[in-house]
């Protein structure tokens, strides 16, 4: 019996050379950004204790009970992948002292989060973000900073069609009378909505706000469900109406939704979403960018009282909105042949020192005939072709041949790095 292939996990996919620099667009760009704003670049492990999620993202949101990729090792501690990247970076916040040499810090990552979810277009259990939090700085200027950069991280990388909805989640000062609220209106309601919401009535009430069930969703939106914004205390209050001016200032448009709750439990006060097309045309489900204040969970993973903003962008949904990234431009290429043995032991070491000289050197490692030869030359996008045979061995030469203009000419070996500089300039 024949062995069958391997193939790739589900929700796992493999980034193929002809999308990879469609991929190192994004990231660039999110570093000429991220540099324009003062970020620095942090990464964490792939893997994280489980109990850094359990305490930060919430023991009963769907990530934490149903979606983490989790396994005990061989020492028996309880390891997960990272579903998301705000707890990791605040571990290492902690971890590395920064809260207390620079509390006021600045951090962005680029990394594969992993959840097991359905796979679906645009949201894989592998998936990718491109991510900031902003430590230390209560002010609603905080927030509006980290709003101001996702719009322009999208700008640049070429979404010009998108919209901004904000919220306020309030304090735990705030929250605990809203939820109290909230419950005593979806408790009658409960057997009208999908069994995910039937539970989180009493375990996670916000979140059947943000449902995204149709038939949750057109119920709620039919009633007159409390809204968190007539719950605020006057901090809050404060903060959320300081932000909206901010934004208008700034000249950032956005609407408000007081359905927009977010689906971890560590938000506190400004919540945000960005979406493709216009305001009011899009789903909860097409976020491709989202995030919020949370100025508790550095004090809940055993740091001081200090508050934080952050915000993750996922890369394989800005790339189902972006209009078609051209590819960037490729360096003249220069293919290497050798006729004879003693030619293709020197063809490497020329094409070394090509490349040590800048210029990108094709060197043919499989041999053959000639017209073999240059076939794979001219496949391989070369404009200029360097053969090396006994008789440019014998001569100190190498043969140049332009396969656009059908030419060739000698070059002496010492002359040829600028001669090439001067062909290729």
């Not at 359990?54 to 309880?78: C, H, L, N, P």
């Not at 032991?345 to 070394?352: D, E, G, H, N, T």
């Not at 100190?396 to 070996?413: C, H, N, R, Y």
């Amino acid at each position: 019996m024949a062995n069958k292939t391997v193939q790739s996990v589900r929700g796992f996919v493999d980034l193929l050379p002809e999308d990879a620099w469609k991929w190192q667009f994004l990231e660039a760009t999110a570093r000429e950004v991220f540099q324009l704003y003062g970020f620095e670049e942090i990464r964490t492990p792939l893997l994280e204790k489980t109990d850094l999620f359990s305490r930060s993202v919430g023991e009963a949101t769907d990530i934490v009970g149903k979606e983490m990729y989790t396994f005990t090792d061989r020492s028996g501690d309880s390891l997960s992948l990272r579903p998301e990247g705000t707890a990791p970076v605040v571990r290492a916040y902690l971890e590395h002292g920064f809260a207390k040499s620079h509390p006021e810090s600045s951090f962005y990552y680029l990394a594969p989060m992993f959840r097991h979810e359905r796979p679906q277009h645009g949201r894989l259990r592998q998936f990718h973000q491109i991510g900031a939090e902003l430590f230390g700085i209560p002010g609603p200027e905080a927030d509006a900073e980290i709003i101001s950069l996702q719009a322009d991280l999208l700008s640049r990388m070429g979404l010009k069609d998108f919209s901004l909805a904000i919220n306020s989640l309030g304090c735990r000062a705030c929250q605990p009378e809203y939820h109290r609220r909230l419950v005593g209106f979806l408790e009658p309601l409960a057997p009208k909505l999908c069994p995910n919401c039937q539970k989180r009535v009493r375990g996670n009430p916000l979140r059947v706000l943000d449902c995204k069930e149709a038939e949750c969703r057109a119920l709620l939106r039919s009633q007159s469900v409390p809204r968190i914004s007539d719950s605020l205390c006057p901090a809050c209050s404060e903060h959320f109406s300081e932000l909206q001016a901010i934004l208008k200032t700034m000249g950032l448009e956005f609407t408000l939704d007081p359905f927009l709750v977010r689906g971890l439990d560590y938000y506190t006060r400004t919540a945000f979403e960005i979406y493709p097309g216009k305001s009011g045309s899009q789903s909860r489900t097409d976020a491709i960018s989202a995030g919020g204040r949370y100025d508790e969970l550095i004090s809940d993973l055993g740091g001081p009282a200090l508050p934080a903003v952050g915000f993750a962008l996922g890369m394989e949904r800005i790339l189902l909105q972006l209009p078609e990234i051209p590819p960037p431009a490729k360096k003249p290429a220069v293919a290497l042949l050798a006729m004879g043995v003693s030619a293709r032991r020197l063809v490497q070491k020329l094409a070394r020192e090509l490349r040590e000289n800048g210029f990108p050197a094709r060197a043919d490692l499989k041999g053959g005939s000639f017209k073999a030869q240059i076939h794979r030359a001219d496949r391989a996008g070369a404009g200029l072709v360097l053969i090396l045979g006994e008789d440019e061995i014998r001569d100190q030469t190498v043969m140049v041949k332009d396969l656009k203009k059908s030419e060739q000419e000698k070059i002496p070996a010492k002359d040829l790095v600028a001669y090439l500089r001067n062909k290729l300039s």
